[in-house]
């Protein structure tokens, strides 16, 4: 299971933490990624961390705004998104790429990943 949190209401140029949380595998066995949705558009990619935490990818709109990490310790991925702009509003979802096909098929596709959390909501005010 992977449970999102850290969401909530900040001013543009605010900064927010995201947490995926997993209680199933280890974070260390599989890569994660985030992706976002925000109404009436589809799901977004934004960010991922390889299973060795070696490799981190972004999507074009948010590289150098956002860092992904792990705590290995606490089973958790993280996601810091900082300088937030109204443009950022969305529910944001993370996922874990179990099979191990991230680099195959792209961390960027949504079909890599084959289990998802519930999504957290970030709403970014003017």
């Known amino acids: 299971q992977l449970q999102a949190s850290g969401g909530g209401l900040v001013q543009a140029g605010g900064s927010l933490r995201l947490s995926c949380a997993a209680s199933?595998?280890?974070?260390?066995?599989?890569?994660t990624g985030w992706f976002r949705q925000a109404p009436g558009k589809g799901r977004d990619f934004v960010a991922a961390i390889s299973w060795n935490g070696d490799s981190t990818y972004f999507a074009d709109f948010v590289k150098g705004r956002l860092t992904i990490s792990r705590d290995n310790a606490k089973n958790t991925v993280y996601l810091q998104m900082n300088s937030l702009k109204p443009e950022d509003t969305a529910i944001y979802y993370c996922?874990?790429?179990?099979?191990?096909?991230?680099?195959?098929?792209?961390?960027?596709?949504?079909?890599?990943?084959?289990?998802w959390g519930q999504g957290t909501q970030v709403t970014v005010s003017s």
């Open positions: 199933v595998r280890t974070v260390e066995t599989y890569s």
């Open positions: 996922a874990a790429d179990l099979l191990g096909v991230g680099p195959a098929k792209g961390f960027d596709h949504p079909l890599t990943y084959d289990y």
